[in-house]
């Protein structure tokens, strides 16, 4: 396979696609839809996690790991989230295999090992979840119970696309119990905060926070608060949900507290999460014709030094000179590749960090070394400064910061650039076809003209953003009132 | 159910049990076999992970994730490893539920929805990974690989309990992939030394480092490496392992690397994991009648504050005091809470830290206050020394240095006192009857000695330790020559 990428502008999902791999970021498996991530990939996931761990945590979370099977008669309990998942559902029905009597050397499902009841692996864990809560909450003092796990969950889908939409995918999945309905409400409000200030501080990718209207809404959720943010194909992803899960859960699972009143009372039900589905808009948010581009503060690798060298005697000169200032800028907390193969030439090694989008890439070679200065570039816009060795390690901290800075803020001028109000229905198809990206419009609230709306240009109710103003307005498509403009934008 | 704990000198497993659950580390789920890991146990295991998690990146490793589903094809291509997980293998057989005709409200299997090749739920992940690296690996250039992943795994137990042996577990499984035997085992040992490294310095639980017996190998390696702790029981734990797996998992999935000679060569393999069974010989090295014993290094909470008070006033006096101490402990890294519940009584509180084994309790009233003392309460001994509230900080980063050592001091005396010599059959099924413990004794090298001796005593090999001293003797069993002695006990 070449290293040279499929243009954007000619094909943006084969671009996807190629850069993934090409990256080495991910692949497809030998399991249909199940992905391998690739520790290049994994690290900038470990850097998520770590990111994200710590805010929960710092929002008084603590993580705990239920199991991943489901058996069916739990997992039915909460009806609209048993119906929501149950399509797309891997089911455990046999607990050993045998000998094949008629393959030699096979192994075949044993017919004596079925299962009384049938094990769904988890597609989300509400159901499991719900049902131990039931045993940790007695009263009032039990509550809130703000928990957290990091997990795999499986959901059987017939398109995947690596990191985007895989059949197994790695999340964490926030479930909390509450005394209040207000204090549920503002849980996951808070929440959908957290993913935001996430999304845009670390990834640099600007997210509208709405909720999404009822057919977009999760099963079994009472509201569905959502972050969504803009690809560069014009399309939106869905970054991370927030449920106000209302006292559904609770109810299915017979979830009662004491109340300081001394009355029984249901508990009130949140739960949100995020996925390696993030690492996908991390990709799509940022990244060129000629690879990655990753915002420094997920990078694994922050900067690269190539050295250029002819013979051992040149490369050690550099490597002494060089190892002064990897060693400052480690103990800044820079993570910094050195990368002294002699089994690929800096050409190849060029091509290799643009590719993998390492944010600073340093050469140094002999007139460097000479003039006492480095060449450094940029991987955001390519370009280079030569810079003095004694100020590298300033000019390096300044620029990381610029670089996260320059992509966060080319990202918002993308989105407002692909963000469109319209105010009648040939308006929205214009802009939905031409510009693609957020269409801003009135809608009649139904469900009925929001169906009619994908079905005539694909794009669907990304959301009704928190700061949507009270306005007087009609329906786009119907021309019934409507009191404020909400989001519509073509989908991952 | 009562705080109390039944006596270990009574039923050890049945205070074992109520042990884990009563300290909050982890209760059984409505899943036969699988657990619910509480975030009090849930700490520990992040504790635990992140300190191995940076000693596997040191040696070199890095982290990745492959799919938890493996194709019956793939699982069984290593016979010998199929062989030895097919009997506790789960298996996805259909991908979807649909609505149960006969049982309005409820689902059941579609079975239209039946997977052509059924899905092995991985009980280990040698098949999914070498059918991968087989696309990684194509020259001397790629190796060695070396790659860590943290994963749930299943295997379907007939007979479970909390963290030791559950249907599904938490891990870590390291594979590496090496040009060259010498180098695979080296590996493979020093992983053996890491896994003994992180046991002996953090989990205070002293190991034996040797090597399986045929029979006790891991299905598919040529040797497996482990490192047996000693319970209070006076049983083994077989507490981490370590395999060389020769080329077994290359033939099988032809993965063949071109040498620098220009060679089509198979490479060598090790995989090592230890798992969330390590939070079980934590609890059974160092607890006690009254709870939980946690080495400081491990503990989530390392120091615990209750205030002895009268009203608001001396709760205000006491946390005005505690609050610098607070702030200089967490400046040292040291975890504190600080417990000013009103809903508890400091005996309740007391009970409660000891139960949960939190290494230092600090008691402050109203008369310390006049005298600027605290009294500091030491878990692993429970001495209580009053100490001025202007040393408080160094006496406790001290103490909780020797409690660490003291803890592991106690378990190495523990083993040595249950560590019998023996040269003649009737001495060994007195030292397992009486003792407990190891048994070292020579063995004449054969299954067939091994077996009979585990049919009279209950006690298998469990290593022969990396040290042994080669020595002249006959097997305590048949009497044949020997030429080091083994290490037998009772396990886990």
Redesign the interface.
């Known amino acids: 396979m070449s290293k040279h990428l499929t243009k954007r502008a000619d094909d943006y999902s084969k671009w996807y696609n190629e850069l993934v791999v090409k990256a080495d970021l991910a692949?497809n498996?030998?399991?249909r839809g199940?992905?391998?991530?690739?520790?290049y990939g994994?690290?900038i996931?470990?850097k998520m996690q770590a990111e994200l761990d710590r805010m929960f945590k710092e929002t008084g979370h603590?993580?705990?790991?239920?199991?991943?099977?489901?058996?069916?008669s739990?997992?039915?309990a909460e009806?609209k989230n048993?119906e929501g998942f149950?399509?797309?559902?891997?089911?455990?029905?046999?607990?050993?295999?045998?000998?094949d009597p008629d393959n030699p050397?096979?192994?075949r499902?044993d017919p004596e090992a079925k299962l009384e009841e049938?094990?769904?692996?988890r597609p989300t864990s509400e159901a499991?979840i719900w049902?131990?809560y039931k045993?940790w909450i007695q009263s009032y003092?039990d509550l809130p119970l703000l928990?957290n796990q990091w997990?795999?969950v499986?959901r059987?889908e017939m398109r995947t696309r690596l990191f985007l939409r895989t059949a197994?995918f790695?999340w964490q999945e926030g479930h909390t119990a509450h005394a209040t309905k207000a204090e549920a409400v503002k849980e996951s409000r808070q929440m959908q905060d957290v993913y935001a200030t996430f999304t845009e501080n670390f990834m640099a990718m600007p997210v509208i926070k709405g909720v999404k209207s009822d057919s977009e809404r999760f099963a079994g959720a009472e509201d569905t608060y959502t972050i969504e943010a803009l690809m560069q194909d014009g399309k939106a992803l869905q970054a991370g949900t927030s449920h106000f899960l209302g006292q559904n859960f609770a109810k299915a699972f017979d979830v009662k507290f004491t109340s300081k009143e001394g009355k029984q009372e249901y508990v009130w039900a949140t739960s949100w999460g995020v996925s390696t589905r993030l690492i996908g808009g991390l990709i799509m948010t940022h990244s060129d014709d000629l690879g990655l581009v990753l915002p420094p503060k997920l990078a694994p690798i922050q900067v690269v030094i190539v050295p250029i060298y002819k013979g051992e005697d040149q490369l050690e000169a550099i490597s002494e000179k060089m190892n002064v200032i990897v060693k400052e800028l480690r103990l800044k907390g820079i993570s910094v590749k050195f990368d002294t193969r002699d089994?690929y030439r800096p050409g190849a090694k060029f091509a290799e960090y643009e590719l993998k989008g390492v944010p600073v890439r340093i050469a140094i070679g002999n007139r460097d070394l000479e003039n006492g200065t480095l060449e450094i570039a940029r991987r955001d816009t390519l370009e280079k400064q030569t810079v003095a060795q004694d100020d590298a390690v300033s000019y390096i901290e300044n620029l990381l910061e610029e670089i996260q800075e320059n992509l966060f803020k080319k990202a918002i001028d993308f989105r407002k650039e692909h963000t469109t109000e319209v105010d009648t229905f040939d308006e929205f198809k214009k802009a939905i076809k031409n510009t693609g990206g957020f269409v801003s419009a009135h809608w009649d609230g139904t469900e009925e003209t929001e169906d009619r709306i994908k079905e005539y240009t694909k794009a669907t109710i990304r959301c009704i953003p928190n700061d949507a103003k009270e306005e007087k307005g009609v329906c786009v498509l119907t021309g019934k009132p409507s009191s404020k403009r909400v989001l519509f934008a073509k989908a991952y």
Chains 1, 2 share one sequence.
Not at 34 to 39: D, T, W
Not at 62 to 72: D, G, H, Q, S, T
Not at 90 to 99: E, P
């Open positions: 692949e498996s030998a399991v199940c992905m391998v991530i690739k520790p994994f690290a996931w470990e603590e993580n705990a790991y239920f199991p991943l099977f489901v058996p069916k739990l997992f039915e009806e048993a149950a399509k797309e559902c891997a089911v455990v029905t046999h607990y050993r295999l045998q000998n050397g096979k192994l499902v049938e094990l769904v692996v499991i049902n131990t045993g003092r928990i997990a795999n499986v059987w197994e790695l089994t």
